[in-house]
């Protein structure tokens, strides 16, 4: 069960990162100002920390024999 809740966080995590880079909605890069490039940094980021724990957490939470 919690192999399951694991992948799916990391996949939801995951969604949340692509749509963070690839929405079309956004404003450039170069446009952004600081305080708005510290955020998304902080976010992608964070997605993508969440993303690996959830990798580890489904990877190593097996039945132990």
């Known amino acids: 069960m919690i192999r399951?809740?694991?992948?799916?966080?990391?996949?939801?995590?995951?969604?949340?990162?692509?749509?963070l880079l690839f929405n079309k909605?956004?404003?450039?890069?170069?446009?952004m100002t600081a305080d708005e490039q510290k955020r998304k940094k902080?976010?992608?980021?964070?997605?993508?920390?969440?993303?690996i724990a959830g990798l580890l957490t489904a990877l190593l939470s097996g039945k132990k024999k």
């Open 4 to 19: 399951i809740i694991a992948i799916a966080v990391a996949a939801l995590a995951l969604l949340l990162v692509a749509f």
């Open 25 to 31: 909605k956004q404003k450039p890069w170069n446009e």
């Open 42 to 51: 902080v976010l992608v980021a964070g997605g993508l920390a969440v993303f």
